[in-house]
């Protein structure tokens, strides 16, 4: 396939700040919570999806494939995030869990997914036209050729909103959220298009909630923890698992598996990752009594969204008192709203 890049670059990043800066050299935008794709429209029409990884995604979205080639000119390559939508009209939402399940190794099964739950593609940035590249070309003018390119576009691809408006920006970090949104993303408008680098910067919520443990699995080179599982009680009483969290250092690995040997009540299989390639996830189930603090961005349904921090251990905390009712809910926002 000839693109005009060779490979497929990687996107460019973003590090995490604590607010929105109050600084007219940044353009805003939403944040939105997928799969990173950077699209290619080759000379010959021919379509590849790279991906923040080195897994293409070209064969998991085969309706996207189809809307690519069909509205974006040859010699395009645009930088954005796949999304699947889900709700009712008016009550629309991203639904992370039903993106993660498109990444699956059967044709059949990522046809029918294809046509079940149609994922959608949301531009912001323009990274080659007519095959030539913009890498160098501040944002700013990448934008103004984005808008040109994407401007009259239909659904299942969108062009994301921008503004230069510091309180606006404030206010879609609120109210997005209740559509599913991640955060907002704030970018130099005199940078260039740097792959691999943290050139922009990301405001995401952050929430602190205490949970109880009930298990961990063996991290992936066989020793010690790779992650803690967690739950939260439900009103009526019932123990829901509601995520993990990781990130610990090799030494603080081993450390845990002594720490947590008195709690140790069996051994389970655990929910088998999409992405495991059929390695063995079976967890190490504990008895739930400890309970930790973790810092955590959102929920989707009963579990959190991402994996979450460990923050501290809370020995004051009765296991029962770790509730659903101490997380913060987002008011309902209409996801058709934001992508107007």
Sequence with gaps: MVTPFDPIP????????????????????????????????????????????????TRYFPELVTEFAAQLPPGTVVDGEIVVRAGEAGAEHLAWELLSQRIHPAQSRIQRLAAETPASFIGFDLIAEGGGSLMDVPFADRRTALERVLGAVRAPLHLSQTTRDAALARRWLTEFEGAGLDGVIAKPLDAPYEPGKRTMLKIKHERTADVVLTGYRIHKSGQGVGSLLVSLYTDAGELVPVGGASAFSNARRLELVDELAPLVDGVGEGERSRFSSGKDVSFVRLRPERVLEVRYDQMEGWRFRHAVQFL??????????????????????DLSAVLT
């Design 312 to 333: 501290r251990w809370r020995e004051d905390r009765d296991p029962r008192s770790c509730t659903y009712d101490q997380l913060d809910t987002p008011a309902a926002y």
């Design 10 to 57: 990687e996107p460019m990043l973003a590090k995490a700040v604590a607010a929105v800066p109050e600084d007219d050299r940044y353009s805003f935008e939403p944040k939105w919570d997928g799969f990173r794709a950077i699209v290619v429209v080759a000379p010959d029409g021919a379509v590849e999806i790279g991906s923040r990884g080195s897994k293409p995604l």
